[in-house]
């Protein structure tokens, strides 16, 4: 969550924009997206943004290391979800991804996630 939400802040191209946060509960997983109100990113780079070390914009005018979104790919398919992408330039983005219901039940009790969130 932290990584989807920073990018929208952090990629945004206002000085103040909108992210909106959703959960459907489905039988067998439950169904995330993040979305915001941004640039939006062209159909041609939906698979480029979730490869290792990949920026759209240079890495001198932007802040990060290429590796956010192929790592949040990765944690999702290893708990059995998926991550998709919806965006064209100008449109903002949503990212999607879907989390398995018995993930959570398959875990010992004594483990925990936090979650930590901070705004700027």
Not at 26 to 32: L, P
């Amino acid at each position: 969550f932290m990584n989807l939400l920073n990018n929208a802040a952090k990629h945004h191209d206002q000085p103040h924009g909108h992210v909106k946060v959703t959960c459907e509960d489905f039988d067998e997983y439950y169904e995330f997206a993040i979305t915001d109100d941004g640039p939006g990113i062209p159909k041609e780079f939906h698979e480029r943004v979730f490869q290792m070390f990949q920026t759209l914009k240079p890495r001198d005018t932007t802040e990060g290391s290429g590796m956010g979104l192929a790592l949040v790919r990765r944690i999702v398919e290893a708990a059995g979800g998926r991550l998709t992408l919806e965006s064209g330039e100008g449109r903002g983005s949503t990212f999607r991804f879907t989390w398995p219901r018995s993930w959570r039940d398959a875990q010992p009790s004594s483990t925990t996630m936090p979650i930590v969130a901070s705004v700027r």
